[in-house]
């Protein structure tokens, strides 16, 4: 089933310095998705791109025991902080996607990874390296794809938000070729944001933008049961 969501805030008050994500709409989504799931107390829970750490301490907040992961130290840095002003246990590692935890498995992984399609053809550099993610936008999508499956436990499951301009599909099939069962839980349309507007010209020209200047937002959950 895919649900029309309407989002609730993720708490207020977390500190976000530059080149740090806020939490935006996406995040909002995700913590929707993760409140649905019924985590139960001592869950083991990974947040992968952690950013400031949102999404990690919702979980906690929920009960499960949570490890986030950052290739930024900034973010980890922050996310370590926030959690230290919230009063939650959040283990809060340095390393890229799933490479920091090979040793672990986990109940539940989510991740609200960099996805915005970017006319760059170099890694992007400073702040923008909490939002773009290559010129198809599946830079980190893709590696998320591959490795989140291999640090699930036999009944995990995986919650994956993204933009519809990196091809929806495309993540399903991924998913469904790693051997989980994937399906849209949620679905959003938000107009579009600074950066998106600021590449209308080179989206236009990859069909990537909408007459109405909207991007849709998905939640994919992918399980192993």
């Known amino acids: 089933m895919t649900t ?42 990974l947040d992968v791109g952690t950013g400031s750490g949102a999404l990690a301490l919702e979980a906690a907040r929920l009960g499960a025991s949570v490890t986030a992961v950052d290739i930024s130290w900034r973010a980890v840095l922050t996310a370590r902080f926030n959690a230290w002003c919230s009063r939650q246990r959040v283990e809060v590692r340095h390393g890229d996607l799933t490479g920091a935890v090979r040793d672990r498995s986990f109940d539940l992984v989510i991740s609200n990874p960099p996805y915005v399609p970017s ?42 938000v993204h933009s519809g301009l990196c091809g929806v599909e495309d993540t399903l099939t991924r998913l469904k070729g790693a051997g989980l069962s994937a399906e849209v839980t949620d679905r959003t349309s938000i107009p579009f944001g600074p950066v998106l507007r600021s590449r209308l010209t080179w989206l236009r020209g990859r069909g990537l933008s909408a007459a109405d200047l909207r991007e849709e937002l998905v939640v994919i959950r992918a399980s192993k049961e």
């Open 4 to 45: 029309e969501t309407t989002t609730a805030p993720v708490p207020p008050r977390l500190m976000t310095p530059p080149g740090v994500y806020e939490p935006q709409h996406d995040t909002r989504l995700l913590a929707d998705a993760l409140r649905r799931e019924g985590i139960r107390p001592g869950a083991d829970v």
């Open 119 to 160: 006319p760059g053809r170099w890694p992007p550099r400073g702040a923008a390296r909490a939002w773009d993610a290559g010129q198809d936008g599946r830079a980190l999508l893709d590696r998320v794809c591959a490795e989140a499956p291999e640090v699930l436990r036999p009944t995990g499951a995986l919650l994956l």
